[in-house]
């Protein structure tokens, strides 16, 4: 399964890097700092990705998000230390073909993102590089390297307050969730099981599975969870078109039949996005 998405409406904070390269682990540094943040203050619609040198998870996690926040290392000769921020437009990168998934960097991942999902990609991207000093294998960031991370997580700080409208003191603040799958979703996200098949509405698709063809059902006690696939062959079930809106269809008789669940068994669910899981989740059904 390779879809990590995030809801729509998040903010999406990803740094790259090589912890084992001194600082080329940069990025790495700064999100598990934000982490570790966004943790503490209990935040609601931020998610922090340690990506590390995997360009092609960027595109996964970023997809789904209203805006997108990156974090780098630089090479480009400057003062180490040096801190540089640019717009997404100036980064993106367009792979050559016959790239392998070695040489295909997060650079490429935001080209690819936004010819892939389109809309469900964000476009407000945001990238900070910071100019290492030393990229020789080893552990720990250089002093002056290690002062710019401090600050380069202060500015992703404000611009997070900023982007949410956001006091200091509190972002969206609110006390700890009894589950720990705080989820988001759209208001009036449904499904509707009949004849072993789940119906979801074009709008639910758009949001969360824009672009993709299929789904892996999972049941986990009393939560049954739709995971987006890229294609039946990583074992998913077709969402297949309805009708001319785009409202979807997915045939899970099997899979239904396997629970114990007859055909003849109708029910509808309300939706949730289950960031941990990146997955939609809605509630198993009570014994008929």
Known sequence: MENLAAPAGLIAVIGCGNLNRRDDGIGVVVAQALQQWVQDEHLQGVSVYDAGTGGMDVMFKARGATALIMIDASLSSSTPGSIFKLPGEEVIDRPEPGYSLHDFRWQHALYAGRHIFGKAFPHDITVYLIEAETVTLGLGLSPRVSQAASQVADMIKQLIREKTNSPASALSHSAPS?????????????????????????????RYFLGLECIVLLRQEHTLMLLPVRHAAAGGLLMKVRNAQGDRVIHAQEFFRGQGIDDDREWTGSLQWNEQRAALVTSWPAPS
């Open 178 to 206: 009894d589950t720990p799958h705080a989820a988001s979703s759209p208001d009036g996200a449904r499904m509707t099981v009949r004849q072993g098949s789940i119906f979801i509405d074009a709008s639910t698709y758009a």
